[in-house]
């Protein structure tokens, strides 16, 4: 079946706009992650849906950073004021949850550029 | 919360040798522990995993073994080629995938 998609695939703006990226999970999966990943860095946690519960936002590095999941699928990240060290790729990861199982299965990664 | 750290940061093998990737955890309920392989440029993919009632999984050339008592585990690869070259990033996370953690990752190179 399909898996995690993500969208747009590549982002560039300027300084002070606002973005918004799309996740799609693998459908039936309950759990959905957002991580950030710079460049030969390693994957920073920013949030994580599981059902119906309060999102876990704890990896939000900041109040410019929010995300939702609509109906329990679909994900939007939004990133506002965007400043240049929020340059990065960002990665969607979907999981059956639940309990029923952990493995996250990773989106292709939205890259964005802020110049 | 959890922390995970991974050794070495670097690692460089010739192929044909094995290598080994080590991580630690804080995290006592922390009980699921995967692998993830990511290439230049592409999403990290899982390799293996293995969870908090079992020591040691295998698969083909790669293995893992958990030290619960010890809170540490390490990836296994034996017989290195040129296609495992890449960043392998360990993760610890509890029951449904609550504080999931990854490493900061190993880049592995393994050299013809």
């Known amino acids: 079946g399909a898996g995690v998609s993500q969208s747009p695939s590549n982002k560039v703006t300027e300084k002070g706009k606002d973005v918004e990226l799309r996740c799609d999970p693998i459908s039936g999966h309950t759990a959905l992650y957002w991580y950030r990943q710079s460049l030969g860095q390693g994957l920073e946690f920013l949030i994580y849906f599981q059902g119906n519960s309060a999102p876990d936002k704890s990896g939000l590095p900041s109040d410019r950073f929010s995300a939702e999941r609509t109906g329990g699928s679909v994900s939007t990240l939004t990133i506002q004021r965007t400043q240049q060290e929020d340059s990065a790729v960002y990665l969607c990861?979907?999981?059956?949850?639940?309990?029923?199982?952990?493995?996250?299965?990773f989106g292709p990664g939205t890259r964005l550029t802020v110049l | 919360g959890e922390n995970v750290e991974q050794h070495p940061s670097t690692l460089s093998v010739q192929e044909g040798d094995s290598a080994v990737i080590k991580c630690t955890y804080s995290?006592?309920?922390?009980?699921?522990f995967p692998w993830y392989k990511q290439e230049l440029g592409k999403r990290p993919q899982l390799i293996i995993d293995?969870?908090?009632?079992?020591g040691e999984k295998k698969d083909q050339r790669i293995a893992v073994t958990l030290n619960k008592t010890a809170k540490h585990f390490s990836l296994h690869i034996t017989e290195t080629q040129p296609e495992d070259s890449a960043v392998y990033f360990c993760a610890a996370s509890e029951n449904y995938g609550q504080n999931f953690v990854f490493g900061p990752g190993t880049r592995l190179s393994v050299l013809p």
């Open positions: 990861a979907s999981s059956l949850g639940g309990g029923r199982g952990d493995t996250q299965y």
């Open positions: 995290d006592s309920a922390s009980n699921y």
């Open positions: 293995i969870r908090s009632n079992v």
